[in-house]
């Protein structure tokens, strides 16, 4: 699909044609502070034009550590114009952990602001390889160039004439990565168009639209709201961070930017259901609920669905190397029951394959990994060629003359009769107990069916033995005292003995990771300490 104003190959010709066509029109907004489609044409060329003259060429790789701001969004296509790749470091990291990024990706200019300063120095300290600082006056103590904002925006206007194709890398993302080392997984222009484009057509985004942006720039769900929304002449609404932590004021940054497409993992919007008051504000705007990253615990989507029954919603799969490859529309309420909703058919411009453990494809109806290849999947993993040698399956086919790419998302999968897919689990949940295969993720299934049980999560714990023991931490509903002997006795009706876990803990909150996602190896890691200090918990 080609975006119905115009075609393009690269990123940035969305903001180039939208200042040409919309100049006025606003593209960001944040706190009352907004970028026309012309002033981030303008700002971005004369930012590309700084990196230029400071030896950024094409194929670099130029970070920004800063907090959400138009500056942020200044930065991302400015980088991109200048031909590099832009890598956002995650604000509320651990310097050493973006040390880490930046050697590995090369990263020498880096745009910040004085807030960063102290995080900046203690990077340089531990030799993160930073020449060049954009966004804060001179520091005579460190010894790099800088340039302010000022000077930034008094470089030329025009666009500079770089030679983008749409292979060229767009952007890099960094994840956890299962050693312990972040994975730095590069995105191309293409690859986050073919995802763009398909969204702006099947969401049917326009330039009335006021999209969303709730995620962090370093999770993959920011590249929807600005990049899908840029191609249709949409507005994006920057949510600053620490609004993110209060529900309420959510539900009211809804009803007065008058957001009409929201996209968000389900647990802020969970956070919405329960605690952001609803029925107090004029949600009208709202046309679309997108939610993605995790499973949407079926009990919390029906509520949800019911509390804004003129609301669309649709969930959105897809591994940070694939941008989205399925989505489903819940076109009604879910039935009162345990059972996730599927994640839907593969997205246009991608194509899916089910395969058994020896890559065999699996008969309809049949559990195996899903694999996809198209548009949306990403280049490969920066520097790793182990991980793009086991993270890509290659099928000849043709008689032995062409070579299928797939990508392994590690995700078990089932089609339905429907030819929806359900998801089963990662193929690295399932775990060894007592000579039993466990599926963690239907356990955590288990426990969210209990009425009073908010968020559930489920983490092996190694028994010295050279198998797995089960645990299992849940939050409570509010106003609910969870009785442990109770929740025990629920899900033994739904799992076999071996799977209810062995300790169930009562917290009041999950750790989490800058993405919103539970962060289960925090959570184990905490067990471990809280049981070698004997925490008293419900168990």
């Known amino acids: 699909m080609k975006n119905q104003y115009y075609a393009i190959y690269q990123l940035t010709q969305a903001i180039t044609l939208g200042a040409e066509r919309h100049p006025d029109k606003t593209a960001v907004r944040r706190s009352g502070k907004g970028l026309t489609y012309a002033e981030l044409e303008t700002k971005s060329n004369q930012l590309a034009h700084l990196l230029r003259e400071w030896g950024v060429s094409k194929g670099d790789r130029v970070g920004f550590y800063l907090n959400k701001s138009l500056e942020t969004i200044i930065g991302v296509y400015g980088i991109m114009k200048a031909g590099a790749a832009y890598v956002p470091?995650?604000?509320?990291?651990?310097?050493?952990?973006?040390?880490?990024?930046?050697?590995?990706?090369?990263?020498?200019?880096?745009?910040?602001?004085?807030?960063?300063?102290?995080?900046?120095?203690?990077?340089?300290?531990?030799?993160?390889?930073?020449?060049?600082?954009?966004?804060?006056?001179?520091?005579?103590?460190?010894?790099?160039?800088?340039?302010?904002?000022?000077?930034?925006?008094?470089?030329?206007?025009?666009?500079?004439?770089?030679?983008?194709?749409?292979?060229?890398?767009?952007?890099?993302?960094?994840?956890?990565?299962?050693?312990?080392?972040?994975?730095?997984?590069?995105?191309?222009?293409?690859?986050?168009?073919?995802?763009?484009?398909?969204?702006?057509?099947?969401?049917?985004?326009?330039?009335?639209?006021v999209l969303s942006n709730h995620a962090p720039m370093h999770f993959d769900l920011s590249t929807f709201d600005f990049f899908a929304g840029a191609l249709v002449g949409a507005t994006t609404v920057i949510i600053p961070e620490a609004l993110t932590k209060f529900p309420a004021n959510l539900t009211r940054l809804i009803e007065s930017e008058r957001i009409s497409v929201w996209y968000s993992v389900p647990y802020a919007l969970i956070q919405m259901l329960t605690h952001g008051n609803l029925d107090k504000h004029d949600l009208s705007s709202l046309r679309w609920l997108l939610f993605a990253g995790e499973v949407f615990p079926t009990k919390h989507l029906r509520a949800l669905m019911m509390r804004l029954p003129e609301v669309q919603f649709s969930n959105l799969y897809g591994p940070t190397e694939t941008n989205v490859c399925t989505f489903y529309h819940v076109t009604a309420v879910p039935p009162d029951t345990d059972e996730p909703i599927p994640i839907g058919v593969v997205c246009a411009n991608d194509e899916g394959l089910i395969v058994d453990g020896d890559n065999l494809p699996v008969t309809p109806g049949e559990v195996g990994e899903l694999l996809i290849r198209g548009g949306t999947v990403m280049r490969g993993y920066w520097g790793r060629p182990d991980l793009n040698d086991k993270g890509f399956y290659r099928r000849r086919v043709f008689g032995e003359a062409y070579e299928d790419v797939y990508y392994r998302t590690g995700d078990l999968v089932q089609e339905l009769p429907d030819g929806n897919l359900k998801y089963l689990g990662r193929k690295d949940r399932q775990i060894k107990t007592r000579g039993y295969r466990v599926e963690l993720d239907e356990i955590e299934v288990a426990l969210l069916s209990y009425a009073g049980v908010e968020e559930a999560a489920v983490y092996p714990m190694p028994d010295g033995a050279g198998s797995n023991l089960i645990e299992a931490a849940v939050t409570a509903k509010e106003g609910v005292v969870l009785e442990v002997a109770a929740l025990v006795e629920h899900i033994s009706a739904k799992l076999p003995p071996y799977a209810v876990p062995e300790k169930i803990w009562t917290l009041d909150s999950f750790p989490r990771t800058s993405t919103g996602k539970i962060n289960r190896r925090e959570l184990q890691a905490w067990a471990v300490t809280a049981e070698a200090n004997s925490v008293t918990v419900q168990t």
């Open 89 to 209: 470091l995650d604000p509320f990291a651990p310097p050493p952990r973006l040390t880490f990024v930046m050697r590995n990706c090369g990263i020498r200019h880096l745009i910040t602001s004085e807030m960063k300063l102290d995080g900046v120095a203690e990077m340089l300290a531990l030799d993160a390889g930073l020449d060049y600082l954009i966004g804060v006056p001179p520091q005579p103590d460190m010894a790099v160039q800088t340039a302010t904002w000022d000077e930034v925006f008094a470089m030329p206007t025009i666009l500079p004439q770089v030679g983008i194709t749409e292979q060229d890398l767009a952007y890099i993302l960094y994840t956890s990565g299962s050693t312990g080392d972040p994975k730095g997984i590069m995105h191309t222009h293409r690859s986050a168009l073919s995802f763009a484009e398909w969204a702006a057509e099947t969401y049917g985004l326009h330039g009335q639209d």
